[in-house]
């Protein structure tokens, strides 16, 4: 069986067959490669014993062991493989999101990479430039993992020195409730905006991603290439 962006499958039918597709390798979540299995490892050390414990820690490994930079985004499909990214020390939502379904996936838990339009109220004025004026951020990457019998949401995008520069409270995750941005910043500002959910894939949908962002964006890459900066800091000057 392939599991797709079909929402009915794991739903309709919840058997253990149909979670269990979510261990599987893909294409882009290519959770049985060597490079994800040593992240996973090294993420796992120390943890304890239960599927909860690992979820935890292989969270905080992802969140904090790559930093958030939308400067790093190039759309090469190679960029878009848990294997690789597994060997980055930054990387933006959608990457962040892959490398933790893989890892779950390699760690023995089910895991699923989910997408939402998000509007981020708090982006930098350079990096708004750059997407045409849209502080809108089309397909954020999310992930879910099957723990105590259902899905959970997690978001790792947003590491915790970017929010401690912002004045966010840092996203933690207890494998146990769902763990997505806040609505507002420590100053009671309107920080994030989930505006649609496209829902969830088994793998990273990376053509439909790629047009997408052509259309909302233009050509972004470009946009990002003559505009390369620090985050953290325009973002907490902004």
Known sequence: MTVDQDLSI???EMTPAAINEYLKPGVFIDSDHPCVQGFTEKALEGAGPTAIDRAVALYYAVR???????YSMDMAGDNFVASHIATQ??????????????CAR????PARIGYA?????????????????NDLFMYHGYVEMYL???WVKSTPAFNRELCEKVGIEALGFNGRDD?????????????????????????????????TFKEAYGDL????????????????AG
């Open 89 to 102: 020390k930054s990387a933006f939502c959608i990457p962040k999101a892959i490398l933790l379904t893989a």
């Open 221 to 236: 890459e470009l946009e990002l290439g003559g505009v390369k900066g620090d985050f953290a800091n325009e973002a907490s």
């Open 10 to 12: 794991g739903e309709r």
């Open 117 to 133: 339009d998000v509007r981020n109220h708090l982006c930098s004025p350079k990096l708004k430039a750059a997407m045409a004026g």
């Open 106 to 109: 390699a760690a023995g838990i």
């Open 148 to 150: 105590e019998g259902k």
């Open 179 to 211: 763990s997505m941005m806040h609505p507002f910043d420590k100053a009671g500002r309107q920080h994030m905006e989930y505006v649609r959910d496209h829902g969830h894939f088994f793998d990273h949908p990376h053509e439909c991603i790629q047009v």
């Open 64 to 70: 904090d062991g790559l930093r958030y930079d939308p």
